[in-house]
Nanobody
Framework: QVQLVESGGGLVQAGGSLRLSCATS????????MAWFRQGPGKERLFVAA????????YYAASVKGRFTISRDNVKNTVYLQMSSLKPEDTAVYYC?????????????????WGQGTQVTVSS
């Protein structure tokens, strides 16, 4: 069983930056693919970014590529999402997700473990 706890959300003006963190429990963090998804108001949950278990490969949704960076620290068992040049359309609840035994995935159905989500609000 893996528990995920997100933090770092908040209110920021357009053009600003935020860094989300997702702390995980368990001893086998380095065997998990990790990802961030988001769900805007009245919208479905969508893929944002993923990182392979060793951190060597990263993947981004087209809407955030070049503005967001996913990274992980396999010593601290934590994954991060650095968000820059934020736009009002980035407003959403951001979820961290983990998939054991998977190198990486952009598919929501692959991820078995989810955090509770953290709200990001970008004002214009």
């Amino acid at each position: 069983q893996v528990q995920l706890v997100e933090s770092g959300g908040g209110l920021v003006q357009a053009g600003g930056s935020l860094r989300l963190s997702c702390a995980t429990s368990g001893r086998t963090f380095s065997t998990y693919a990790m990802a961030w998804f988001r769900q805007g108001p009245g919208k479905e949950r969508l893929f944002v970014a993923a990182i392979s278990w060793g951190g060597g490969d990263t993947y981004y949704a087209a809407s955030v590529k070049g503005r967001f960076t996913i990274s992980r620290d396999n010593v601290k068992n934590t994954v991060y999402l650095q968000m820059s040049s934020l736009k009002p359309e980035d407003t959403a609840v951001y979820y961290c997700a983990a998939a054991q035994g998977t190198y990486y995935s952009t598919q929501e159905s692959t991820y078995r473990y989810w955090g509770q989500g953290t709200q990001v609000t970008v004002s214009s």
